[in-house]
């Protein structure tokens, strides 16, 4: 189908740290992920930039996006939570703000992973970062995580 949008990303970098507000580093896409390959473009734009590991929606609509985030024990006591920047701001529900996980004392291999199902406008982008006002650092292994996405009417 000519319209279908979808995606797998991942990051090239073995291990990463996050502190609060940093940006998961997803700057790779589609090897390995079969069909998602050749699904990274739409209408000759490519809508996933690994340059700035950030989704921007081709057209307008409703989006489904996974992110699974694999954890060192390193820190674990760390309250990690990931969060979409829709448009470079956190989202919130209203009160408060919506995430995609969130994890606090994990063992090695700790590797949780949350789904949204976002409403959006064509040319609003989505990026992945740990939320802000948090204390600590976690360590993550960035070759088993990964940020996927795609449109579903």
């Known amino acids: 189908a ?3 949008v979808g995606f797998t ?3 090239t970098t073995n291990s990463f740290s996050l502190a609060a507000g940093d940006k998961v580093p997803f700057n790779a896409v589609g090897t390995g992920f079969g069909s998602f390959t050749d699904r990274t473009t739409y209408g000759g734009t490519n809508f996933y930039s690994t ?3 950030r989704f921007t929606a081709p057209v307008a609509g409703l989006y489904l996006f996974i992110v699974c985030i694999y954890f060192h024990s390193t820190n674990s006591s760390s309250l ?3 969060v979409p920047r829709k448009n470079g701001n956190e989202m919130t529900n209203g009160n408060n703000t919506i995430f995609f996980m969130s994890t ?3 063992s090695e291999g700790h590797a ?3 789904s949204l199902l976002l409403q959006l406008d064509a040319n609003d982008y989505i990026e992945v970062y740990r ?3 948090q204390s600590g650092t976690n360590s993550c292994y960035g070759s088993h995580s990964h940020f996927q996405g795609f449109l579903v009417g």
């Open 2 to 4: 000519p319209y279908q």
């Open 104 to 106: 606090n004392g994990h």
């Open 112 to 114: 949780p992973n949350g």
């Open 131 to 133: 939320r802000v006002n």
């Open 51 to 53: 340059s700035n590991a």
């Open 80 to 82: 990690c939570t990931i």
């Open 9 to 11: 990303a991942y990051s």
